[in-house]
DNA sequence: CGCCATTATGCAACTTGTTGCATAATGGCG
DNA sequence: CGCCATTATGCAACAAGTTGCATAATGGCG
């Protein structure tokens, strides 16, 4: 049920065209509803048979070319009424978390540069959301809009520091099995 | 890819039934691996084609009555693969971070009673792994397993604080919109 | 026995997400 | 023009997860 409404917020931001929502779902809202074009164009398709978002009349109806969509005030509507849902939080679904309690049971050589890997790669996309932070949300800008989205953001960097925090602490728990620990 | 290793992981602590793997789910593995009692057993299913377990001898092949499993070496091997096997970790897939930010769009009257909603759902949450932390994990319990299977434990209670901490200050950083905030 | 709640297994249809590939327009280059 | 890389749209098959329901054994109760 997230996706279609992911694109709705995407194309209410800016009209766009297929690939152009891939581009920008990789970049900003993707960091928290990932997309591949093939489910984009699949979902557009739906979009547009519902009548919540149309073609851009400029854009020919071409296999090879740039097709731009808007949305339609009953896409708007749509959005706002799943805005206004309950729903409640799901339960995480981990492999790492999964494959660890499998190694509690069949043993696991290895599974402490697993997790230094997976700190480095945390500690990578910290850094990246911290410097979407500085860049795009100084101190001056203080919407509302802008204080919604600097919020998700944020949510995005406390969650790859409780990653960080967690895996830091696993390898201080479990015994080193590679070579040379100092050395990592 | 990842049910059947927790079906196999689930088992390989204690052959079982379908259902009494649903319930185990419900109570453990499922914390970070949820799954219905349909997906199970058509994961049983095919892990029993593929030779991975077995039903027990024991249990007649009727409709229904009681069918337990153990797992086979074939089993054991095939979850001891995948645990060595290196796979990076996901992005995130959030609905409430996505409805924040299609409502700094379409704006999000009653946005701040979801999020104190959640607020309270995750301390709950926390509460319940708080309690099984002091029951399952008590100091003097402290083999490799155990350390392993509070570790997992510990990741479910981390990521219930980054949760209470980011809806906490979310909840300081929009304006309220339902009835008294004060009497919240 | 007949009725019913509980325990238990399982199928079928659907939705969502992934993977691999096909097709079409456009513009640069020789 | 012919060739090719790039941009762009899209189908089809598959995998994973969800929802709704059907079926079967068992034990308690009248």
């Known amino acids: 049920m997230s996706l279609p409404h992911a694109i709705l917020t995407a194309l209410l931001e800016k009209p766009s065209s297929g690939l152009e929502l891939t581009r920008r779902f990789d970049r900003s809202i993707g960091y928290f509803w990932s997309s591949t074009h093939q489910q984009i164009y699949r979902e557009l398709g739906k979009l547009e048979q519902a009548g919540q978002i ?17 949305v339609l005030p009953a896409g708007r509507a749509a959005l706002s ?17 999964l494959r660890m309690r499998a190694a509690a049971v069949v043993g696991a050589p ?3 540069a697993e997790l230094r890997r997976h700190l ?9 959301y911290l410097a979407i932070e500085e860049r795009d949300f100084p101190p001056e800008r203080n919407s509302e809009e802008d204080r919604l ?13 409780f990653w960080i925090g967690w895996l830091t602490r696993a390898l ?8 040379s620990p100092s050395a990592g």
Chains 1, 2 share one sequence.
């Open 120 to 128: 480095e790669l945390h500690r990578k996309q910290l850094a990246e």
């Open 149 to 161: 989205r600097h919020l998700v953001l944020r949510g995005g960097i406390d969650l790859e520091n």
């Open 172 to 179: 201080d728990g479990i015994p080193a099995t590679g070579s």
């Open 81 to 97: 009424a799943w805005v206004a849902l309950r729903e409640d939080p799901k339960q995480i679904r981990d492999p790492l978390l």
């Open 110 to 112: 290895g599974l402490d």
């Open 54 to 70: 149309r073609a851009l009349p400029s854009a020919q109806p071409a296999r090879g070319q740039k097709k731009e969509y808007e």
